[in-house]
């Protein structure tokens, strides 16, 4: 018996800007997506229980007046969280990605906050991470090179959590210092992250909050070095690769179902 496609459900509205890339990567990955409007969601909150995977993506949601991810944190606490908590509480997926990643802190899905960059600056660049924890979304991921755009991306917890999230192995993936960095000359924390955390789980690792952008790292030709790489495979008689290391995680997502 053929099994259907896992759906996932990517939220918008008020300033989030990364839907259109995360339901692409999800459908590239063989899922279904659709972009759901987070009023949409509210008027018809039973809607959330046709999905499999959920999504808060990047962007700048409600431009960041009251702190990055606050504002739509509360509005989602306050028309949705029962039907959130029912969500993950269940054997599905969820995973915010960078302003996605502050929302669901601040709702409190998983522990910590993220604050402004040790350099008070809005970065844009390339890391390399290492892939710490236990999660369907992160299977047979050992170090990814992927891309990150924030200005309040600094992982910050209470000495109590950071313990707590190291004992019980919930951090997700730390930044360090591999190709992509070595390559272009930058440190490897790129923002003062306690720890060097790049992303935390929660729910037994089917709860994902990252940082870095996975959906901006979709194809070989995104990494900023493909040229020379592209090159390097094929004086060595290689395949060049089309797919770049992000899309991992959302294949990971949808095997997760089948």
């Known amino acids: 018996m053929k099994r259907k496609m896992p759906k996932a459900l990517v939220f918008s509205g008020y300033g989030?800007?990364?839907?259109?890339?995360?339901?692409?990567?999800?459908?590239?990955a063989g899922a279904r997506a659709d972009i759901v409007h987070i009023n949409d969601l509210i008027e018809n909150k039973k809607r959330l229980r046709d999905?499999?995977?959920?999504?808060?993506?990047g962007g700048f949601s409600y431009g960041d007046d009251t702190?990055?991810?606050k504002?739509?944190?509360n509005k989602a606490r306050n028309h949705l969280w029962e039907e959130l908590e029912r969500f993950v509480g269940e054997d599905k997926l969820a995973i915010g990605i960078c302003n996605g990643f502050q929302i669901i802190t601040n709702l409190g899905l998983l522990p910590g906050a993220l604050t402004f960059n040790d350099s008070a600056r809005y970065l844009d660049r390339w890391v390399d991470i290492k892939i710490e924890g236990?999660?369907?979304w992160l299977e047979g991921i050992r170090t990814l090179m992927i891309p990150i755009a924030h200005g309040e991306g600094k992982y910050y917890a209470d000495k109590r959590t950071l313990?707590?999230?190291k004992r019980k192995k919930l951090v997700a993936a730390k930044y360090i210092r591999g190709e992509i960095c070595r390559y272009q000359n930058l440190e490897a924390n790129p923002n003062g992250s306690l720890e060097d955390i790049a992303g935390v789980l929660g729910c037994e690792g089917r709860v994902l909050g990252m940082m870095p952008h996975p959906e901006r790292a979709m194809f070989f030709h995104?990494?900023?070095?493909?040229?020379y790489l592209k090159e390097k495979y094929m004086r060595e008689g290689k395949p060049v690769p089309k797919d770049g290391p992000g899309i991992k995680i959302f294949q990971n997502a949808v095997k997760y179902f089948k």
């Not at 259109?20 to 590239?28: D, H, V």
């Open 134 to 136: 236990k999660s369907p």
């Open 222 to 227: 995104q990494l900023p070095h493909w040229p």
């Open 67 to 69: 702190g990055s991810g």
């Open 71 to 73: 504002a739509y944190a």
């Open 51 to 57: 999905y499999q995977i959920l999504a808060f993506p």
């Open 16 to 28: 989030l800007n990364c839907e259109e890339e995360t339901k692409f990567a999800f459908e590239k």
């Open 163 to 165: 313990a707590d999230l």
